[in-house]
T-cell receptor
């Protein structure tokens, strides 16, 4: 079945450590996105990528980094510079950069202690 | 950039009709989308309006007025399973700005 896989579902890290969240899609979609969701709040865009080897900052990119070396993969690294990293992280993809129907992974809930 | 506004929460009884409004500001515009998210789950796509007017998909309908930068999602014959958060979303169309931005979400609570 085609879809987006995020792993792991729950992740715990100590403060000051970098952590990488995985996002893989087999939909052959060109565009991929990372969002952060805090309790009771909407989705805030961290980074997005329209094509392989290209990505742009979203609205809250500080403290995060990404890479897009393969079409199917868009990992997100939460660095120690991110002041408040505990949140629910969602990865999404669209067929093209101009498409509006996004497919989401099941999310990774990151807790930093 | 883009910004979207929608009410934070709505409560209604089973069988009722709920309308969730969304106003937006965007540089360039591909259309207005709606997503549903159950607690702890992933958002799922509901509908998309590229042109003015009403789009109907079963019990859910979505409306867009581009001149008013306004749209709404209409949930009819509410069921308990419709209790969820609903987000409107827009995509920029300006060169180099293809962000897919979401509103803060409207929590719909359906009561028996």
């Amino acid at each position: 079945d085609g879809g987006i896989t995020q792993s792991p579902k729950y992740l715990f890290r100590k403060e000051g450590q970098n952590v990488t969240l995985s996002c893989e899609q087999n939909l052959n979609h060109d565009a991929m996105y990372w969002y952060r969701q805090d309790p009771g709040q909407g989705l805030r865009l961290i980074y997005y990528s329209q094509i392989v080897n290209d990505f742009q900052k979203g609205d809250i990119a500080e403290g995060y980094s990404v890479s897009r070396e393969k079409k199917e993969s868009f990992p997100l690294t939460v660095t120690s510079a991110q002041k408040n990293p505990t949140a629910f992280y969602l990865c999404a993809s669209t067929e093209g950069a101009g498409d509006t129907e996004a497919f989401f992974g099941q999310g990774t809930r990151l807790t930093v202690v | 950039g883009q910004s979207l506004e929608q009410p934070s929460e709505v409560t209604a009884v089973e069988g009722a009709i709920v309308q969730i409004n969304c106003t937006y500001q965007t540089s360039g515009f591909y259309g207005l989308s709606w997503y549903q998210q159950h607690d702890g789950g992933a958002p799922t796509f509901l509908s998309y309006n590229a042109l003015d007017g009403l789009e109907e998909t079963g019990r859910f309908s979505s409306f867009l007025s581009r001149s008013d930068s306004y749209g709404y999602l209409l949930l009819q014959e509410l069921q308990m399973k419709d209790s969820a958060s609903y987000f409107c979303a827009v995509r920029g169309s300006a060169q180099g700005d293809y962000k897919l931005s979401f509103g803060a979400g409207t929590t719909v609570t359906v009561r028996a």
